[in-house]
């Protein structure tokens, strides 16, 4: 079997589809070998033959993952739901649960009921209500970037249902206690507040849980939110290092990888050419987003950031990584938040997380259109 430290090369931005499938192979296969090993960070890894893992790889390739989606919506997290919503024959999305992030969690859970309105989810995806702040700081919003309401570029209607009763915490704790082992994946796509919390008040609750597949943290690629960090696990680094620590399987989107598949005008034009009501959303929103930057970077591209973790999970041969142990700096002065990932070892900390460096982009935007041309 091929060691796990020595999968892609960060810097192979531009590698050709089939080598980047390649890459991806030897990831998924890790990535792989990771959902079988839930119980320990990394120790379970060299025990395993290539055998094993390649059928897990196939297994993984054709079963339907009970999906909850964790959020801060966010223009970006907005299309990840959408995105995940019209990959229902492979993701069964069970709740969206809402954490203060991009802007203050009366807005967050809002945001999260209007969206599950626009793909016609309104009575049947729940969206509960969790942690308003980080676990020790106070909340740090992105409300410049994603605009006053957090959905910037779309006008929104007051959302068509209420708000699950539980909080998200406790719906949290008391699925993942009644569900079977390995059987849930969590996406995280804000801070990680709820899910550290839920991890903490209920360390058993760990067992059932498949995969983490977050977005946040940067290594190769610096911060946007300090020159160090990136803004879901800067606003709650404590949180994430809880996660990370955990013991369960995660896989980590980092800007390292969202700025290798960028929003452009080019790219947007086929989501507002669908006949559908989401595909214009979509175009919409995406073009906010790359307005930002443009403002700021007079640049006609932007970052994709959230969406990257389910086309991770719809189709996990467009991405390569390796897998490393990554820590998170909750002390320093000028690096607080910082994802520390040792790509080569050096520390002999056990690997924790797979971290996502390679996207074959194209493909990721002809699957991400193909999901939400299925949508209303
Ligand atoms: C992350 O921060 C948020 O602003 C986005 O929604 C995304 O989750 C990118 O750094
Ligand atoms: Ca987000």
Same mark, same amino acid.
């Given at each position: ?138 909340? =740090?919003? %992105? *409300?410049? +970037?994603?605009?006053?309401? #957090?959905?910037? !570029? /779309? ?6 249902? @209420? ?121 919409? =929103?995406? %073009? *906010?987003? +790359?307005?930002?930057?443009? #403002?700021?970077? !007079? /640049? ?6 959230? @969406? ?69």
């Amino acid at each position: 079997m091929a060691n796990l430290n020595e999968l892609t090369s960060p810097v192979d931005a531009s590698a050709s589809r089939q080598r980047n499938r390649r890459s991806f192979l030897r990831t998924s296969l890790a990535a792989s070998l990771a959902t079988l090993g839930a119980t320990g960070a990394g120790s379970a890894f060299a025990e395993l033959t290539s055998t094993e893992g390649a059928a897990r790889l196939a297994a993984d390739g054709t079963s339907r993952r009970t999906v909850i989606i964790d959020c801060d919506p966010g223009q970006d997290d907005a299309i990840a739901i959408l995105f995940a919503l019209g990959a229902h024959d492979q993701i069964d999305l069970k709740a969206l649960t809402a954490v203060g992030g991009n802007v203050p969690l009366s807005l967050t859970e809002r945001n999260a009921r209007i969206v599950r309105d626009w793909a016609d989810k309104t009575g049947t995806l729940p969206v509960y209500a969790g942690c308003p702040k980080p676990l020790m700081r106070e909340l =740090i919003t %992105a *409300a410049n +970037v994603h605009g006053r309401t #957090g959905l910037d !570029g /779309v006008t929104l209607h007051e959302p068509r249902g @209420p708000l699950a009763p539980q909080h998200a915490v406790t719906y949290l704790i008391d699925t993942l206690r009644a569900a079977a082992p390995g059987s849930v994946t969590l996406v995280a796509l804000g801070p990680l507040t709820n899910i550290a919390t839920a991890l903490t008040a209920a360390p058993e609750g760990a067992k059932a849980l498949r995969e983490i597949v977050l977005m946040g943290g940067a290594w190769f690629e610096r911060g946007n939110i300090t020159p160090a960090a990136e803004f879901n696990i800067y606003v709650d680094p404590e949180a994430a290092s809880i996660v990370l620590s955990a013991g369960v399987p995660v896989t980590v989107l980092p800007r390292d990888v969202c700025v290798k598949a960028p929003i452009t005008p080019q790219r947007i034009a086929p989501f507002r050419a669908l006949k559908n009501r989401c595909g214009p959303i979509v175009a919409d =929103i995406l %073009a *906010a987003e +790359v307005a930002y930057q443009k #403002g700021r970077r !007079g /640049v006609e591209s932007a970052p994709m950031y959230d @969406p990257c973790t389910i086309g991770y999970l719809v189709d996990p041969t467009m991405f390569g990584g390796r897998r490393v142990n990554v820590a998170v700096e909750t002390t320093g002065q000028l690096t607080l938040g910082e994802t520390v990932v040792d790509w080569n070892g050096r520390s002999k900390r056990a690997v924790n997380a797979t971290w996502i460096t390679d996207v074959d982009a194209d493909r990721f935007y002809e699957t991400l259109l193909a999901r939400i041309a299925r949508l209303p």
